[in-house]
């Protein structure tokens, strides 16, 4: 599965305001490089989806709408996927399975996404900065959901 650059651009916007109480698009562009405009999109529906405020004018700027711990990063790559459309088939204009009619991989795709996005439901933003950099521990949230992995 690929994200679009719309959702990583949007976690990433999340992850730096994490660490700043308030910042301007433009700050955020330059420390990230990548295209303002494209980030004005990104904050635009991030703004529309309840994860971030934004005032506009001279002192205005970019704030998250809650506390980082309780924005879940299955619930930003939801809300900022356009589908999750992996294969062909999944297009809701195509009526079967363009390979072979009879084929039964829909569902393992289905499972897959759906175990993707519990995974990433395991963790907020705030789980974004890690307190030990050496750690590659999945939060324990994650643990929960999905034990069978970490057998």
Do not use: W
Request: charged share 20%.
């Amino acid at each position: 599965m690929q994200l679009t650059k719309h959702t990583d651009y949007a976690i990433r916007v999340l992850i730096y305001l994490v660490t700043q109480e308030e910042a301007t698009i433009s700050q955020m562009a330059d420390y990230y490089q990548i295209s303002r405009n494209h980030l004005v999109k990104v904050v635009n529906s991030l703004s529309r989806k309840g994860f971030v405020i934004t005032t506009r004018g001279k002192n205005g700027g970019v704030k998250l709408a809650r506390p980082a711990a309780q924005i879940r990063v299955g619930e930003v790559v939801r809300c900022m996927e356009p589908n999750f459309n992996m294969v062909e088939c999944f297009n809701y204009k195509r009526a079967h399975c363009a390979a072979l009619p009879t084929c039964g991989l829909k569902s393992a795709f289905n499972l897959a996404a759906d175990q993707f996005l519990a995974v990433l439901d395991g963790y907020t933003v705030a789980d974004a900065l890690l307190t030990d950099k050496t750690s590659g521990a999945a939060p324990a949230a994650v643990e929960r959901v999905l034990p069978e992995l970490h057998a």
